[in-house]
């Protein structure tokens, strides 16, 4: 006899299946012709297109991938460390997914720095807050044992690390941040910036742009409704600090301690108004703040390696974010 499935209790967009019991399925069914972007890649120690990718578990438990790249003969003696905090909504993607690799090797070869991408736990399993204690894990982890690993230590400048993270990654970058400016046992590095590039700030009443933007691949608004209710806490809505840190409910800006940073949004990013927001509120908080912006594209474009193979806009704008964050980078 076929033992039969228990009942899908929750589905997202073809991305994700909660089941009765709790279970969880990430296999994507949606459009195959994409699923080679949501594929992990292998790392490889050797360089390819210029890169080496090896990925490290620590003895704290803590998981990165580490994209390398070869020296050239214009690179300084150190190269700054990006701290890769990835997408998803909390619920889904790994570091080591095609759609990553392709952009941070691109990233690492072009901005010419050393990128650290953390493996972070994933909701409905493991809610809000998990994936932040995980990605400032990985932040203390390069100040302790990431100071001894073999790819980093001849060539990561550790007084120039940057933290970098896409859509919900851009969430914990700010989390990270601003406990990084309280903690006095980040000794052995400098947090130099910080990109939060499109990243999940939301309201839990929609925004004009999340009512009359066009839906991408990377977002829909099922997404952004059933991702962030399997992620908050318990009793939480989307005013949650994670998810609304320009919000009533959030610490007041003005006391955050912040790197100098880079917010990236794109013009037709379901949630740009809320982005927005949250640069003013920065602003207003006389925070250190630029804003990249990306035009006639939508959320996560540059993760789109069909996009970006056959769009010309989507080509050249993800050019131009890669240009910029490295202007950014080489400023500080």
């Known amino acids: 006899m076929v033992q039969q499935k228990t009942k899908v209790v929750q589905e997202v967009s073809g991305w994700l299946r909660v089941y009765e019991g709790g279970s969880v399925d990430r296999t994507w069914t949606g459009p195959p012709q994409v699923k080679f972007m949501m594929e ?8 390819v297109d210029g890169v080496a990718v090896r990925d490290v578990t620590s003895n704290s438990g803590v998981r990165v991938r580490i994209y390398l790249p070869e020296k050239q003969p214009g690179d300084g003696q150190k190269l700054p460390v990006l701290l890769h905090l990835h997408g998803g909504g909390f619920c889904i993607s790994q570091p080591d997914w095609y759609m990553y690799y392709q952009f941070y090797t691109r990233l690492a070869r072009t901005a010419r720095v050393i990128c650290v991408s953390a493996y972070l736990r994933l909701a409905p399993e ?3 807050p998990a994936a932040c204690h995980d990605g400032y894990a990985a932040l203390r982890w390069l100040g302790s044992e990431g100071h001894a690993d073999p790819c980093l230590q001849p060539h990561a400048d550790f007084n120039r690390v940057f933290l970098i993270g896409d859509s919900s990654g851009g969430n914990l970058v700010h989390e990270v941040a601003a406990r990084a400016g309280h903690d006095t046992g980040l000794t052995r590095i400098t947090l130099a910036g910080a990109i939060p590039i499109h990243p999940g700030f939301v309201r839990s ?3 004009k742009s999340e009512m009359e933007q ?14 962030l209710a399997l992620a908050l806490p318990a009793g939480s809505n989307k005013d949650h600090p994670i998810t609304c840190p320009m919000g009533p409910v959030a610490p007041a800006m003005e006391g955050l301690k912040m790197p100098p940073m880079l917010l990236c949004v794109a013009d037709m990013d379901l949630i740009k108004d809320s982005e927005m927001e949250y640069y003013e509120a920065m602003k207003e908080a006389g925070k250190d703040v630029e804003l990249l912006m990306s035009y006639k594209v939508g959320h996560s474009f540059y993760l789109n390696k069909i996009a ?3 769009d010309p806009q989507t080509s050249a704008q993800t050019a131009d974010l890669i240009s910029g964050i490295a202007r950014f980078i080489n400023k500080h």
């Open 308 to 310: 970006v193979d056959s």
């Open 40 to 47: 992990p890649v292998q790392a490889h120690t050797h360089f």
């Open 126 to 128: 493991h809610p809000l």
């Open 214 to 227: 066009p839906e991408s691949p990377f977002l829909t608004l099922d997404m952004v409704d059933k991702f």
């Open 205 to 207: 009443t929609r925004s």
